[in-house]
């Protein structure tokens, strides 16, 4: 089947990983992604274990795209950038607010001079307010947004910053599926492009909304407050690893409690129903751990499949690539790198029609392409130099 989005040429200024994860997903789906990146480099070249200048977590969010090295700062790398975006449907960028228009590319003008283009902006508190300026990174986004005061050590009860840049990507996922409303958008009123604006910290409160702020959903007569969503919901430590389960139903706890050897749990009062064992967390752990502690994790993975309860390994990060549903399902596949090494990455998840969008490539070293993508912008060799030499684009640098 023809990719989804073929056809469709994506200009990528984002750095780190809000703006390239989304603008990944969508070259997964077949779009056409140029990075323009400075000529310092993204953040993420230097995350991880590196080969040269290209580092793993780069590599996970620039995958197939073509890399172009501009120095936006000068007046001869915009008029580059020009080029480029007349031939584009999409442009994206995770500037703060107020510095595409020190560039010189006002959303106005560039919405007059180009009024197809589609300009995706993502901030990390939004074009204004008390924060608009200010600068935004994972930790502090997690901080405001709610997710860390829902992830609280259990034995001190401080709040807790997860271990992965969870505000970032879900802005990324946010900020993918806006770009494919805008698009269809597009379709209906006769080609006009539009802008979208996707704020770090709106995507994160969206995403906490339904489990982490429903004491926070009734305005009128609100009903008494419910045991926080997931306070006692801490993996379970087994005869020789670690497990995690989900038993809402009355059904799928008594399959639990049936898997664990001792079924006449599911008549105490306190775990008769889905409410009462909320209100008596602690209470339920206190009962369950002696026994999941006796049984090893292969045994209970069994028991809970034929009893129709949910329970799943802790898989360690080497485990996962071991998985035998991750490699089912072929999550992550190996592609070549711009260094001409194997790489692993992770495969977009959705299918259509049943087929897989996987990546061809991995990322490209810094200006990579700059050369290739200048030229089918139509410029000679003679123009091409004199930009390098200008410092406004640069070459990879040799080995």
């Not at 984002?14 to 140029?34: C, K, N």
């Not at 480029?84 to 500037?95: I, P, S």
Request: net charge negative; hydrophobic share 45%; glycine share 10%.
């Amino acid at each position: 089947m023809t990719a989804p989005l073929q056809g469709i040429r994506i200009v990528d200024l984002s750095a780190v990983f809000s703006g390239p994860m989304a603008t990944a997903l969508l070259g997964d789906q077949g779009a056409e992604v140029i990075k323009v990146e400075s000529p310092e480099g993204d953040t993420t070249r230097f995350i991880g274990p590196a080969k040269g200048d290209l580092a793993a977590s780069y590599v996970a969010a620039n995958r197939g795209k073509r890399n172009l090295a501009l120095d936006l700062k000068s007046p001869d790398a915009i008029a580059v950038l020009h080029r480029l975006l007349a031939r584009a449907d999409v442009l994206v960028e995770n500037f703060r607010p107020g510095v595409m228009a020190r560039l010189g590319l006002a959303d106005a003008d560039l919405a007059a001079r180009y009024p197809g283009l589609i300009r995706v902006s993502i901030t990390g508190f939004g074009p204004d307010g008390p924060r608009g300026h200010d600068k935004a990174y994972d930790a502090v986004i997690q901080a405001l947004g709610g997710l860390a005061c829902s992830q609280r050590d259990p034995a001190s009860g401080a709040p807790v910053i997860m271990a992965s840049t969870v505000s970032d990507k879900v802005t990324a996922l946010t900020a993918a599926q806006a770009i494919t409303a805008a698009l269809f958008a597009r379709e209906r009123n006769g080609g006009r492009g539009s802008r979208v604006e996707v704020a770090m910290l709106d995507a994160t409160v969206a995403f906490q909304w339904p489990d982490a702020m429903y004491n926070h959903v009734w305005l009128d007569d609100p009903p008494a407050p419910f045991p926080e969503f997931g306070a006692t919901q801490r993996p379970w430590r087994t005869a020789d690893g670690w497990v995690a389960t989900m038993v809402p139903q009355q059904a799928e706890f008594q399959g639990l409690c049936n898997a664990l050897g001792h079924p006449e749990i599911t008549q105490d009062p306190r775990f008769a129903s889905q409410v009462a064992r909320y209100r008596h967390g602690p209470e339920v752990r206190a009962v369950l751990e002696p026994l999941f502690a006796q049984t090893d994790t292969a045994t209970l993975e069994q028991r809970c499949r034929e009893e129709g309860a949910a329970l799943g390994r802790i898989n360690e990060r080497a485990d996962l690539l071991a998985d035998p549903q991750v490699l089912h399902n072929g999550c992550a596949v190996v592609v070549t790198n711009g260094d001409g090494d194997r790489v692993r990455v992770a495969r977009s998840a959705a299918r259509f029609d049943g087929q897989a969008q996987v990546p061809t490539q991995g990322a490209a070293r810094l200006g990579e392409h700059s050369t290739a993508v200048l030229q089918d912008l139509g410029l000679d060799d003679a123009r091409i130099a004199a930009l390098v030499a200008s410092g406004a684009v640069r070459l990879p640098r040799a080995g």
